[in-house]
């Protein structure tokens, strides 16, 4: 993944970081068997934007060199998947401190400018291979997609935003 979205995801390990819950960028069971300790992986599991795309004009602003642009944008739910794993020894009481820190933050604080509509957390589970619990989290924010336009007509500088300008 790169741009605006890749960048929301950087920025809720980034804050999860800040409120002192270890966060990585999503990974597999497999890798997380190598943590020591609890860890959150942050992944973008779904975007909803419908009826197609970036069809709505939000009005102009001035680009870095002082020239008028046309902003457009899509409103859009977005939802993160933060799956948390803890060691066998850690157990379920762990996970469980996690989310609960995990679920403050979020609903508290918001993620970069946008606020939390809905916070699921799935049933406990023990991934005998891995050695690992893990607890299933998925959060739906509302956000807009806002694109500006370059001279040749396409999308550029492309933004993940809680409003739309």
Do not use: H
Not at 156 to 162: A, H, K, L, P, T
């Amino acid at each position: 993944m790169t741009g605006a979205l890749n960048a929301l995801r950087q920025g809720a390990v980034k804050l999860l970081k800040e409120c002192g819950l270890n966060a990585v960028l999503g990974m597999e069971p497999e890798r997380a068997s190598r943590w020591r300790e609890t860890v959150i992986a942050v992944s973008l599991s779904k975007v909803v934007c419908a009826p197609g795309g970036f069809k709505d004009y939000l009005g102009m602003r001035e680009d870095r060199e002082g020239r008028q642009e046309e902003l457009y944008g899509r409103a859009v739910e977005l939802t993160l998947a933060m799956d948390i794993y803890a060691p066998r020894d850690g157990g379920e009481g762990v996970c469980q401190e996690v989310l609960d820190r995990l679920a403050e933050t979020i609903m508290c604080q918001g993620l970069n400018g946008l606020n939390a509509i809905e916070l699921q957390a799935g049933p406990m589970e023990f991934l005998d291979r891995e050695g690992l619990y893990r607890r299933r989290v998925s959060c739906l924010f509302k956000a807009w997609l806002v694109a500006a336009v370059d001279g040749g007509g396409f999308f550029v500088d492309i933004e993940v935003r809680g409003r739309r300008i």
